[in-house]
């Protein structure tokens, strides 16, 4: 299978899959969603619980990937995020370095006040009426 194939493939598959969760039955009392067909692409039997409130673990489409993923295509399946990718990189390390200022300055905070600045009205803050 080659890449043109298997990104043809997998289209269909993501096709399958939304079918698969706009066709449901949901059931109110049992607070679950059932398959309403056979989707023997996605390995779901029709009846077989797809969705539930409780201690239920639910499909996961990237599963369903690596049991098709042919052996003749590398990296057919992008890694998690957790993982390694853009997304873990742009977290690690885009994401946490230091902002500029367009002159290439850091933008000094305005909450922190020099040690030997004078507090405004004296210490006393806005309101200094005496109540007696």
Request: glycine share 8%; charged share 35%.
């Given at each position: 299978?080659?890449?043109v ?21 949901d ?10 067909e ?13 969705m ?9 489409f ?10 003749e295509?590398?990296?057919?399946i ?5 993982i ?7 977290r ?11 002159r ?5 905070s305005?909450?922190k006040?020099?040690?030997n600045q ?12 005496r109540?007696?």
């Open positions: 299978m080659e890449r194939e298997w990104k043809a493939f997998v289209d269909e598959l993501r096709t399958v899959w939304k079918r698969l969760w706009q066709d449901r039955i059931d109110k009392v049992r607070a679950e969603g059932i398959a309403r056979d989707y023997s692409s996605l390995f779901v039997d029709r009846g077989t619980v797809i539930a409130t409780r201690d239920f673990k639910p499909l996961d990237v599963e369903v990937l690596e049991r098709h993923k042919p052996s295509v590398p990296n057919a992008p890694p998690h995020p957790a390694g990718g853009w997304g873990k990189f742009v690690d390390s885009v994401s946490k370095q230091k902002r500029f200022t367009m290439g300055r850091p933008v000094p305005k909450s006040r020099k040690g004078q507090h405004k009205k004296g210490g006393r803050g806005w309101l200094h009426v109540m007696e």
